[in-house]
């Protein structure tokens, strides 16, 4: 490569192009991996299956938590305990999405842009978000099926004293 | 993360879009699954096959514990019991203090201890009437039980030093029983339960010679540890305490010598506990200053073949807190753990010889103080509501499964 890349543009499945900082773009492995790699000169990254409406919150979240990490090492290392809470409270307001798709989206794209951190984060979110539901809640949700036989739900629910519904 | 493999520009599947939800691929789901809290897995299995097969499987078990061990590490506190049934409550990592509901095992009034908590699992050993003694494995979380064989020789009325752990390497959870002759307190005979096995088998403890045990048992990477005294053989020697590690899977025991702590200002009460920091085994100990007014701990870590000769352990002392002079005359504290980077301190009443004067009617001194080991800073928790007496062990809830002997398996 001939001069420092400072941004990267990123396309949604929309096909809205999107600028990212390197630092936000580096929050990424996957995109991490094409910008280290000197092989590849990138101009677009087209993300096919990433919406607009989603990649927006994905690039937030990336510049949100690049910019906490060049924070931190301005100050030397460690985070204190207060900014990592003010950034434990960020994420929070971050997860806080009207439509549960929404969460499972924003998850998927985590997924497939290696982003630890929002992938943890969204996980955490879903897990938090069924613990309470129940088994037939739970199918809807994932689009499982009950493939239990009546005689094994009857066992199942004596045995664990929980409902198949 | 999902199993990633990086490198290569990946096949940009559409994501499947069922109803406006889209279809997760299993490694995520997985991924969000071993974040749920032990009971809601339960009820979960009866969502579809696939679910409960995937909650017995070893690798999700071992995920979902290595979750709950980093995320919601949490504290046993035991009562002891006697009159009342043995009670336990947690204290996870969000401070909120719960009951944990026993097991009927435990309702009627035996004498119930704790001997170790390992991976969500806990030992417990069981004084029965008539005289014999029973030792349960109990996963609180699944609620599932199994008893091991009641022991019915005179080694109940021997001492009984017991310990419980894991080894990965055999992938077995053991339990040591280290009978003493009340005689001369030495090791005489040592047995070893196998939870895979499911069967009793003696061992050698050769070099335990002239070794009385202690503490109870510590489990921690493959080894149990406890604190023990090597007799002296002359006359005009010292006893020397020293550390009793087993090696679970190898089933051979080793002796490990102690810090070089001070000499204690009250002998009689010198407990030292042994537990784990930075991933390391640690002791920890405490002295009381000569006017009997302050408290200070030290951690000593113990780092094995780091010294110049060969595997050689030694200890650092990693931390000495500064004084606590928030108990009363008559009062010390007693470190027993360590938990989310603080000790976890019992307070408790020297031993009456100590006493040098009566202070009128003793204050409740039901508390536990917590030292963090970054900042230097106490805290009291006010326990009293909880329990009256009190062992305490670290605990992460777990599936681990206990096993299908006398298994009784409540869920909710």
């Known amino acids: 490569m001939s001069s420092p890349v400072e941004q990267i543009t990123v396309v949604s499945s929309d096909g809205d192009e999107f600028k990212m900082t390197v630092a936000a773009a580096m929050q990424s492995e996957q995109l991490k991996q094409m910008l280290t790699d000197d092989s590849i000169s990138i101009v677009k990254v087209p993300v096919e299956n990433i919406s607009t409406e989603i990649l927006v919150k994905v690039i937030e979240y990336c510049q949100k938590h690049a910019d906490h990490e060049a924070a931190t090492k301005a100050n030397g290392g460690g985070a204190s305990d207060s900014e990592a809470e003010e950034l434990n409270k960020w994420d929070a307001e971050f997860m806080k999405v009207d439509v549960e798709d929404k969460l499972f989206h924003i998850l998927m794209a985590a997924n497939y842009l290696e982003i630890k951190g929002l992938f943890d984060l969204a996980c955490q979110t879903v897990a938090d978000l069924i613990k309470g539901k129940t088994p037939k809640q739970i199918r809807k949700i994932f689009n499982l099926k009950n493939d239990f036989t009546p005689e094994e739900q009857e066992r199942l629910s004596r045995q664990h004293n929980c409902s198949f519904d | ?412």
């Not at chain 2, 004498?111 to 029965?128: D, E, F, H, K, R």
């Not at chain 2, 051979?252 to 204690?264: D, K, N, Q």
Request: a negative charge; hydrophobic letters at 40%; glycine letters at 6%.
């Open chain 2, 1 to 412: 993360m999902a199993q990633m493999r990086s490198s290569q520009p990946r096949a940009l599947t559409r994501m499947e879009i069922d109803g406006g939800s889209p279809v997760l691929p299993r490694e995520v789901i997985t991924s969000i699954l071993i974040r749920l809290p032990v009971k809601a897995l339960i009820r979960f299995q009866c969502v579809c096959k696939e679910w409960k097969n995937l909650f017995k499987t070893s690798s999700f078990i071992a995920e979902h514990l290595q979750h709950s061990t980093h995320q919601n590490p949490s504290l046993i506190f035991e009562d002891y019991g006697i009159p009342d049934p043995f009670r336990v409550c947690l204290l996870d990592s969000e401070m909120r203090v719960l009951e944990v509901q026993s097991d009927p095992f435990f309702d009627s009034k035996r004498c119930v201890w704790t001997i170790n908590s390992c991976n969500g699992l806990i030992c417990l050993g069981i004084v029965n009437v008539p005289r014999s003694l029973s030792l349960l494995v109990w996963n609180p979380a699944t609620r599932e039980t199994r008893l091991v064989s009641e022991v019915v020789d005179g080694c109940v009325d021997r001492t009984l030093h017991v310990g419980f752990g894991f080894s990965q390497t055999v992938n077995d959870y053991k339990i040591v029983k280290i009978c003493d002759s009340e005689n001369d307190f030495l090791v005489n005979e040592v047995e070893v339960y196998s939870l895979n096995r499911g069967t009793w088998k003696e061992v050698e403890f050769g070099k335990l010679d002239g070794v009385g045990m202690i503490s109870g048992g510590f489990a921690f990477n493959g080894a149990i540890f406890w604190v023990g005294l090597k007799l002296a053989v002359d006359e005009d020697e010292d006893d020397i305490e020293i550390i009793v590690s087993f090696d679970i899977a190898a089933e051979v025991f080793t002796l490990i010598p102690m810090p070089p702590l001070p000499s204690p200002v009250i002998s009689a009460s010198d407990r030292k506990y042994l537990t784990v920091y930075g991933n390391k085994l640690a002791l920890l100990s405490h002295t009381v200053s000569e006017d009997f007014k302050s408290s200070l701990i030290h951690l000593w870590v113990m780092e094995k073949g780091t010294c110049a000769s060969r595997e050689r352990w030694c200890c650092t002392k990693k931390y000495t807190s500064s004084p606590y002079l928030g108990c009363r005359l008559g009062y010390m504290l007693v470190p027993v753990t360590i938990w989310r980077n603080e000790v976890v301190c019992n307070v408790t009443e020297m031993p009456s010889d100590y006493l040098i004067e009566d202070e009128g009617e003793p204050d409740d001194e039901r508390r536990i103080v917590m030292f963090n080991i970054t900042t230097n800073e106490f805290r009291t928790l006010d326990i009293r509501k909880f329990i009256l007496g009190y062992g305490i062990f670290n605990y992460s809830e777990s599936l681990v499964p206990v096993g299908n002997m006398h298994v009784e398996q409540l869920c909710f």
